[in-house]
């Protein structure tokens, strides 16, 4: 694959590479080895390790900012080659490992999970085509159906209302008051007693200040935990609907 | 609109245009087999399953423009390929968002060498791949299993129902096999990197959170069995 246009001057070598166009040193790499059609078992580690560099040096004069990483990985093909000048260790036992040997194994394990992002590519590509009913429930159900939602949506969902009642908050609340996780969750099974299902941005919007709102989700969270709440949300972005654990203790 | 008593349910049911019905009226999301067992109790699994697969042919035969899907382990209706052009019409609007590359790396890692940490895959990758796992995160093709017992007790990944229906996989076993070191890369071909794969035990995470509803609705969900 020799890239590309818009390339201004090839390093030495005469490779031309689209800057920027590398998920990574790896993939650059990768690239290296396979467009010159090197042997991945038996790299030539004198002459890729100059294409390399010659390609963050294109990079500076281009004025890129250079990932660490690349740096990392231009040190150690520097340390590899200077390992493969040292004659073996005549002490060291049986045959030594080729210094290269770590790189080639990355390079293939990389090479395979590239080939498989390729493949969900395709996969995704083909899911263009393919058309489900993104249609919400009949209205009259609406409230009834039971939204998958695991704890990373739950927390950006509090991040959400957080950040909304937040916007809202007007008062400065001077005294420091001892909010404990005991009594927040008293206070949601209080209201548990007194109603089914109630909605947690309503008891949100009752606190006073974030302490209490943090509290009160940890409360919540403890309760789920111990099987006497569940905690149902039709979108990350929705209010949050507390009921009782049916199934478990009450 | 006229309210009619509905029919009393026939002793042998057409299975198939029940299954039809069932996963009409479940929208998008794929229907599993103990849904549609729950929704018909005098039937037996292979009745079923004999019923689901009459159903794809039927929809077949006829020319319809809908197929019968296997899913993230259920079971849906989709709109067939070919018809795509002419459907887009209708959503002028729609912007299905692709995965950039660096995304879809990190996501291929994830699915074929799940459960896995952020170092391992910066490991394979040779790239911090944190901005990445919260896209994935955040659209939930990803999530978090558990964690690994070693030293800061890094964060496990792996992959979620999602996943399996944005690629329109039944299960994990229907990732396409990658060639690796000339030999085939199977997803439950765990780790790559003996190195890495401290074998250190695993927390587990709870699974994610089965869809079980409190009533059951007009999709088909069933309630939970009384217990």
Same mark, same amino acid.
């Given at each position: &694959?020799?890239?590309?246009?818009?390339?201004?001057?090839?390093?030495?070598?005469?490779? @031309?590479?689209? #800057?920027?166009? !590398?998920?990574?040193?790896?993939?650059?790499?990768?690239?290296?080895?396979?467009?010159?059609? &090197?042997?991945?078992?038996?790299?030539?580690?004198?002459?890729?390790?100059?294409?390399?560099?010659?390609?963050?040096? *294109?990079?500076?004069?281009?004025?890129?900012?250079?990932?660490?990483?690349?740096?990392?990985?231009?040190? %150690?093909?520097?340390?590899?080659?200077?390992? &493969? /000048?040292?004659?073996?260790?005549?002490?060291?036992?049986?045959?030594?490992?080729?210094?290269?040997?770590?790189?080639?194994?990355?390079?293939?394990?990389?090479?395979?999970?590239?080939?498989?992002?390729?493949?969900?590519?395709?996969?995704?590509?083909?899911?263009?085509? #393919?058309?489900?009913?993104?249609?919400?429930?009949?209205?009259? !159900?609406?409230?009834?159906?039971?939204?998958?939602?695991?704890?990373?949506?739950?927390?950006?969902?509090?991040?959400?209302?957080?950040?909304?009642?937040?916007?809202?908050?007007? %008062?400065? #609340?001077?005294? *420091?008051?001892?909010?404990?996780?005991?009594?927040?969750?008293?206070?949601?099974?209080?209201?548990?007693?007194?109603?089914?299902?109630?909605?947690? *941005?309503?008891?949100?919007?009752?606190?006073?200040?974030?302490?209490?709102?943090?509290?009160?989700?940890?409360?919540?969270?403890?309760?789920?935990?111990?099987?006497?709440?569940?905690?149902?949300?039709?979108?990350?972005? @929705?209010?949050?609907?507390?009921?009782?654990? $049916?199934?478990?203790?009450? | 609109?006229?309210?009619?008593?509905?029919?009393?349910?026939?002793?042998?049911?057409?299975?198939?245009?029940?299954?039809?019905?069932?996963?009409?009226?479940?929208?998008?999301?794929?229907?599993? &087999?103990?849904?549609?067992?729950?929704?018909?109790?005098?039937?037996?699994?292979?009745?079923?399953?004999?019923?689901?697969?009459?159903?794809?042919?039927?929809?077949?035969?006829?020319?319809?423009?809908?197929?019968?899907?296997?899913?993230?382990?259920?079971?849906?209706?989709?709109?067939?390929?070919?018809?795509?052009?002419?459907?887009?019409?209708?959503?002028?609007?729609?912007? *299905? +968002?692709?995965?950039?590359?660096?995304?879809?790396?990190?996501?291929?890692?994830?699915?074929?060498?799940?459960?896995?940490?952020?170092?391992?895959?910066?490991?394979?990758?040779? %790239?911090?791949?944190?901005?990445?796992?919260?896209?994935?995160?955040?659209?939930?093709?990803?999530?978090?299993?558990?964690?690994?017992?070693?030293?800061?007790?890094?964060? /496990?990944?792996?992959?979620?129902?999602?996943?399996?229906?944005? !690629?329109?996989?039944?299960?994990?076993?229907?990732?396409?096999?990658?060639?690796?070191?000339? $030999? +085939?890369?199977?997803?439950?071909?765990?780790?790559?990197?003996?190195?890495?794969?401290?074998?250190?035990?695993?927390?587990?995470?709870?699974?994610?959170?089965?869809?079980?509803?409190? %009533?059951?609705?007009?999709?088909?969900?069933?309630?939970?069995?009384?217990?």
């Amino acid at each position: &694959m020799s890239q590309a246009a818009g390339s201004a001057a090839s390093p030495p070598g005469g490779l @031309e590479i689209h #800057v920027g166009r !590398f998920q990574g040193p790896l993939d650059l790499l990768l690239h290296l080895v396979r467009s010159q059609d &090197m042997d991945i078992l038996d790299i030539p580690i004198v002459e890729i390790a100059r294409q390399y560099n010659a390609y963050l040096e *294109r990079m500076r004069e281009l004025d890129l900012e250079i990932a660490s990483e690349y740096l990392l990985m231009a040190a %150690t093909l520097a340390h590899i080659k200077s390992r &493969m /000048l040292l004659p073996p260790d005549p002490e060291a036992e049986g045959v030594e490992e080729d210094p290269r040997a770590e790189l080639s194994r990355q390079l293939l394990a990389y090479e395979a999970f590239k080939k498989a992002a390729e493949e969900l590519a395709a996969l995704e590509s083909a899911r263009d085509l #393919v058309f489900t009913r993104p249609v919400p429930p009949p209205r009259e !159900f609406a409230g009834e159906v039971t939204v998958r939602a695991g704890l990373t949506d739950l927390v950006r969902a509090f991040e959400r209302i957080l950040a909304r009642l937040e916007a809202q908050e007007s %008062t400065v #609340v001077v005294h *420091r008051e001892d909010v404990r996780l005991p009594d927040m969750m008293q206070r949601l099974l209080d209201r548990l007693e007194q109603r089914r299902r109630f909605s947690f *941005r309503e008891m949100l919007e009752e606190c006073r200040t974030r302490l209490e709102r943090i509290v009160l989700f940890l409360a919540l969270l403890e309760l789920i935990r111990n099987g006497v709440a569940r905690a149902r949300q039709a979108h990350w972005r @929705e209010d949050i609907l507390v009921e009782a654990e $049916t199934g478990g203790t009450t | 609109m006229t309210s009619t008593v509905p029919p009393p349910m026939r002793p042998e049911p057409d299975l198939p245009a029940v299954i039809e019905a069932m996963l009409f009226a479940s929208a998008s999301e794929p229907v599993l &087999m103990e849904e549609i067992r729950a929704g018909l109790p005098e039937c037996e699994a292979e009745q079923i399953e004999a019923g689901i697969e009459e159903l794809e042919r039927r929809l077949d035969r006829r020319g319809s423009g809908l197929r019968l899907e296997r899913v993230a382990g259920g079971f849906r209706l989709v709109t067939r390929p070919e018809h795509a052009e002419r459907l887009r019409s209708l959503f002028r609007f729609r912007n *299905r +968002k692709r995965l950039t590359p660096a995304a879809l790396e990190v996501l291929a890692i994830v699915a074929y060498a799940q459960p896995i940490t952020a170092p391992e895959i910066q490991e394979i990758r040779g %790239t911090d791949p944190a901005y990445a796992l919260r896209v994935l995160l955040d659209r939930r093709l990803i999530r978090i299993v558990g964690r690994r017992r070693v030293v800061g007790r890094p964060i /496990l990944y792996g992959t979620t129902r999602e996943f399996l229906m944005h !690629f329109g996989l039944d299960s994990l076993a229907d990732l396409p096999p990658v060639e690796a070191f000339g $030999t +085939k890369v199977m997803p439950s071909q765990r780790r790559l990197f003996p190195a890495s794969a401290s074998d250190a035990g695993e927390e587990a995470v709870p699974a994610e959170p089965p869809a079980v509803p409190a %009533t059951p609705g007009p999709t088909g969900r069933a309630a939970p069995p009384p217990a």
